[in-house]
């Protein structure tokens, strides 16, 4: 398999930083941006595999605006969704997207994109 890429999406640097490094040490390449502007800036140059976003962000847009920005030209991409502050209704996550609520375990987000590259392998093989 060849080797995803990952872009976190989160505002708090501390955070950022130890998910990042996390993914890193799962073979994932990881891309990160403090806001939504600067993920979509990213998405403007890098081919992305998967999306990690947090939900509130400073700014005018937040992780459910990315969202509906990237199902609008990529419906396979894999996206994780978490927030410590809101749960987002079933109207507002598409059905594809997971959400993890904060404080979440590093390993909650490894395994539900390392889940997702294996259901697209197998599905590849097809």
């Not at 080797?3 to 990042?20: F, G, S």
């Not at 904060?102 to 599905?123: F, G, N, Q, T, W």
Request: hydrophobic share 45%; aromatic share 4%.
């Amino acid at each position: 398999m060849s080797q995803r890429t990952v872009l976190v999406v989160e505002d708090e640097p501390m955070i950022r930083m130890v998910l990042a490094d996390a993914l890193e040490d799962e073979g994932f390449l990881v891309i990160e941006a403090s806001n939504v502007l600067e993920a979509v800036a990213v998405l403007g140059i890098w081919q992305v595999d998967c999306l990690v976003t947090d939900i509130d962000m400073p700014g005018g847009l937040n992780g459910l605006d990315l969202v509906k920005f990237v199902r609008g030209f990529d419906a396979r991409m894999t996206v994780v969704v978490a927030s410590g502050g809101r749960n987002p209704s079933d109207a507002e996550l598409p059905a594809s997207c997971q959400f993890i609520p904060k404080p979440y375990r590093l390993e909650a987000i490894i395994e539900s994109l390392s889940r997702d590259a294996d259901e697209v392998s197998h599905c590849a093989a097809c």
